[in-house]
């Protein structure tokens, strides 16, 4: 119901495009948003945007990644710039039926996951 695609390697400093194919029953009016993984590490989020498309960013995150929402395709996206190695991580796509949270433990649906490396 949530398929991510996008993810690979990358130096730092370089970008890439995360996008998540959903459903239309998941995408539509719900919250919908970014979470990232690394090894021994707790899930945390990274960005999240409303149905209206109001965005939420990690403060690690703010002004080099960008979240928004393609309402005809259902789609999501995550531009990621100015890529660092603390980046690296598996970056999940998710959605809620409900007003977003910042919890791993509150969201509905999840995708499989695509993998983020930086290096250099």
């Known amino acids: 119901q949530l398929v991510e695609s996008g993810g690979g390697s990358v130096q730092t400093g370089g970008s890439l495009t995360l996008s998540c194919k959903a459903s239309?029953?998941?995408?539509?009016?719900?919250?919908v948003g970014w979470f990232r993984q690394s090894p021994g590490k707790e899930r945390e989020a990274v960005a999240s945007i409303t149905a209206d498309n109001s965005a939420t960013y990690a403060d690690s995150v703010k002004g080099r990644f960008t979240i928004s929402r393609d309402k005809v395709q259902n789609i999501l996206y995550l531009q990621m710039d100015s890529l660092k190695p603390e980046d690296t991580a598996m970056y999940y796509c998710?959605?809620?039926?409900?007003?977003?949270?910042?919890?791993?433990?509150?969201?509905?649906?999840w995708g499989q996951g695509t993998q983020v490396t930086v290096s250099g």
């Open positions: 239309e029953y998941i995408y539509s009016g719900t919250c």
């Open positions: 998710a959605a809620r039926w409900s007003r977003c949270s910042s919890d791993w433990r509150d969201w509905d649906y």
